[in-house]
């Protein structure tokens, strides 16, 4: 059974890069490559990509993949994003672009106020902002018309800068309910709690957190690094396509900062991307970045590689000429 | 006399049914005479008070009902119901022009048809009282005391289980009837239960020890009216726990509602003094069914160290109203009150606490949550701390926060410091909301649905109080209860 696969080379226009597994599943013995790919083990959220393909009601023919090496379909195209608060109308985003294909990792660098968080909570979807002009298209779909639920179905998870307490809902549950509520999407079934804690457990060790903390309520009482490693403790049960990372940084030692870049780099894979966003050049020794971004007054000014950020630390901001 | 007697025709109209003689006094004797009469009452109380002119007619009426339903008994009793009687004189029914009963609509219970209960339930089904043997558990049918043969044998030396009548040692009948009753600002209901419970309970912790189980106290209504008739038995249980220098107890009241009875007033007052260093831990979760009256008056007085912790869940009845008076007679206290209240139907929750404080170094914290999950549903809270000028180095603190989850739904609250002294540690904070949309958007960015966010969410604001229950089989089962209410809310919106 020959399956047709077209294969764009060109970005444009954006098709729905339809998974990996599906394909697999659909009898496909002449795919010799994708099966060297170790995917699955490394996979540790596997099903989470699917949400695309049972959202999509276009295209379903499998298109361009990552077959034959390259996959120049991009995971996320921001076009001339601008955004308001929604309540002062002041505006904050200016005008951004920003293409990442799969496999980049991504960091965005910039002066306090430019714009940095508010771009990644436009992102996710956060109530307080309202999106004036431009589009993002995540996996070939239209993000702005999604509900933040939906896009973190869709594969994007977002790291809060500052993670909300919730006394009262402990950490096990909400993680349950989070998971359950993906593996719904994807027509699964729903994980009871022993399974969902045999699940759970492995993946403790990976942000190097006991187990009474699932006991805890969420972010309760929680220290600066606790709560950001609670956020990367999510990022591995619930798995994403594309996650944002917001000042993952802030507020930890050494060594928690050393154990959270660890997780991270341990769930990253071909297929899946990262964006961070960071004031300081440490933590991206850790995570080597794909591109550095810096961002300026709502803007994208300059992107450059990992050279950029030892430029940045030697002489400031003002040294990047706003182009 | 005469212009008195004219004036005030309610007086003597009924004076002669509180007498229990015969004898009546005819308008001709209006020149009252001060009979003493060696029976009941003492008619002296009345001519000498001048709130007497606002005599409540309806509130005698009942009076005198309370009183022809109950036997004589012991003394100690005979006292308090003496005592209460002539209070009952000088009070009104509630009004909401009265301050304490502003928001609070009692009119439901007094356009019934009180009957109180004059006998235990003759038969009972024995399939609500099930054997916890973990727990010592003592039941309440109507207000009577049921005479269960208890296993006090788990129980450590001298330690006192069961009715007053049948205390073995005259040294804590003498305690007991000298405490009995003393509160200085308490209000109709609790003379109404002073004059109309047919027993009392003691619950006495000697010296020095230490009741590791809980003791468990069940209330169950029996006796009930229905839709039509518009009767609503009245029960009046009473229970006295005296905890003796360095005494440790924990006490569980729970008040049941039954299926088939539906109206009924059930009229609790639960006292408590707390020897020096002596602590009780009390919880108290009512479930009563949801078209009963439930009135609970705890009465409470800490000597200096000692610990004293509520905590309360309420759920059922039409009008709920708890009244707490903690009254601090030694320094070093510690008084933690955490409530929560929860309206899912037409029903009104109301909590009216009062701490008074007048020595140093006291601590107390109180914790208030209600949830108004219906549109005609109310929920009232006046929690009042009186920090009095000996009071020094006081450190108080009261919050209250309240969920309003539908229109219309009804919320009072009047949270009041009143701080004399001045070299204290005292806050107060009172939130009204819906849900907090920072922590319903961090579900949503997690790929839960704005829906079930809610429900976790409602849910998880009353187990914050639920948590504090010391018990956790009786957690469980609140929190089962909480959840199945909570969810036939959202299936009918």
């Known amino acids: ?323 | 006399m005469a212009a008195l007697a004219s004036t005030h025709p309610n007086l003597l109209q009924f004076t002669p049914k509180l007498t229990p003689s015969t004898r009546k006094l005819t308008p001709s004797t209006r020149k009252l005479k001060h009979k003493r009469i060696a029976m009941k009452l003492s008619v002296q109380a009345i001519s000498a008070s001048p709130q007497t002119s606002f005599t409540d007619q309806y509130v005698l009426q009942l009076a005198d009902s309370l009183e022809d339903s109950l036997p004589t008994s012991s003394f100690a009793l005979q006292n308090l119901r003496n005592n209460s009687s002539e209070t009952i004189l000088s009070t009104q029914w509630p009004s909401r022009k009265d301050e304490s009963f502003r928001f609070t609509d009692t009119s439901f219970i007094k356009n019934s048809d009180i009957k109180p209960i004059s006998h235990p339930p003759k038969s009972l089904t024995f399939s609500d009282i099930s054997r916890d043997t973990q727990l010592k558990s003592f039941y309440f049918a109507d207000g009577f005391l049921l005479d269960f043969s208890f296993d006090s044998s788990n129980l450590p030396d001298g330690v006192y289980l069961g009715s007053l009548s049948k205390l073995p040692s005259d040294g804590i009948l003498e305690r007991v009837s000298g405490l009995l009753g003393d509160l200085e600002w308490s209000d109709l209901f609790w003379s109404i239960n002073g004059l109309g419970a047919p027993d009392l309970m003691v619950v006495y912790v000697p010296e020095g020890c230490k009741v590791e189980h809980p003791i468990y106290l069940k209330y169950i209504a029996v006796e009930g009216g229905d839709e039509g008739s518009k009767t609503m038995p009245l029960s009046n249980p009473r229970v006295f726990v005296l905890v003796e220098k360095g005494g440790e107890v924990g006490i569980v009241e729970e008040f049941a509602g039954n299926e088939e009875s539906e109206y009924y007033w059930n009229n609790s007052v639960l006292e408590v003094v707390v020897g020096e260093g002596g602590k009780v831990r009390h919880s108290y979760v009512q479930n009563q069914s949801l078209n009963a009256a439930h009135i609970k008056w705890t009465s409470v007085r800490q000597e200096s160290t000692s610990t004293y912790e509520l905590v309360e869940v309420s759920t059922g009845g039409k009008l709920s109203r708890h009244n707490v008076h903690i009254q601090q007679l030694g320094s070093d206290t510690v008084t933690e009150l955490t409530t929560f209240h929860l309206c899912v139907g037409d029903q009104t929750q109301d909590l009216h606490s009062r701490i008074v404080l007048d020595h140093p170094r006291g601590y107390c914290q109180q914790l208030h949550k209600c949830i108004v999950a219906h549109s005609s549903g109310q929920a009232v809270f006046d929690g009042n701390v009186k920090v009095n000028r000996y009071a020094q180095q006081t450190d108080a603190g009261q919050l209250t926060r309240s969920l309003l989850l539908e229109p219309r739904a009804t919320v009072n609250v009047k949270p009041n410091l009143q701080i004399i002294a001045d070299d204290v540690k005292c806050s107060h904070g009172a939130a009204i909301s819906d849900l907090e949309e920072s922590q319903l958007f961090y579900f949503q960015a997690r790929g839960i649905d704005l829906e079930t966010a809610r429900k976790a969410l409602v849910f998880s604001f009353g187990a914050e109080v639920i948590d504090k229950l010391p018990h956790t089989s009786l957690q469980k089962q609140v929190k089962n209860n909480v959840k199945e209410l909570l969810g036939s809310t959202t299936k009918d919106s």
Not at chain 1, 29 to 39: A, V
Not at chain 1, 114 to 141: A, R
Not at chain 1, 310 to 320: R, T
């Open chain 1, 1 to 323: 059974m020959a399956l047709v696969w077209q294969i764009q080379c060109t970005a444009s226009p954006p098709l729905p890069s339809l998974p990996f597994f599906k394909r697999k599943s659909s009898s496909s013995p002449s795919l010799p490559l994708p099966l060297t790919r170790s995917f699955r083990l490394r996979f540790t959220h596997v099903p989470s990509p699917r949400p695309v393909a049972a959202s999509i009601s276009s295209v379903e023919s499998p298109t361009s993949v990552d077959g034959l090496g390259n996959n120049k379909t991009p995971l996320l195209e921001v076009k001339g994003l601008t955004a308001v608060i929604a309540e002062t109308k002041q505006e904050i985003l200016k005008g951004v672009d920003l293409v990442v294909n799969h496999g980049e990792i991504h960091a965005i660098m910039g002066k306090n106020g430019s714009g940095k968080s508010t771009f990644s909570k436009v992102l996710v979807g956060h109530p307080d902002y309202e999106v004036t002009g431009g589009s993002v298209v995540f996996k070939g779909e239209n993000l702005l018309d999604m509900e933040p639920e939906e896009r973190s179905l869709a594969g994007l998870f977002m790291s809060f800068q500052s993670p909300v307490e919730i006394p009262g809902v402990n950490n096990i549950d909400f993680l349950h309910m989070a998971y359950n509520a993906r593996r719904k999407k994807l027509g699964q079934p729903e994980l009871g709690p022993l399974e969902f804690y045999a699940y759970i457990y492995p993946k403790l060790d990976l942000v190097n957190m006991k187990t009474d903390f699932l006991n805890r309520n969420v972010n309760e009482g929680f220290s600066g690094g606790e709560r950001k490693r609670n956020e990367i403790l999510q990022l591995a049960v619930l798995g994403a396509d594309f996650a944002i990372l917001d000042e993952i940084d802030s507020g930890l030692d050494v060594d928690a900062l050393r154990d959270v870049a660890k997780a991270v780099n341990g769930l990253l894979t071909l297929k899946n991307s990262v964006l961070m966003i960071t004031h300081y050049r440490r933590l991206l020794e850790f995570i080597k970045p794909t591109f550095i971004h810096i961002m300026e007054d709502g803007r994208i000014i300059k992107t450059g590689d990992s050279s950029l950020a030892q430029i940045l630390e030697e002489k400031g901001y003002n040294a990047i000429p706003s182009a």
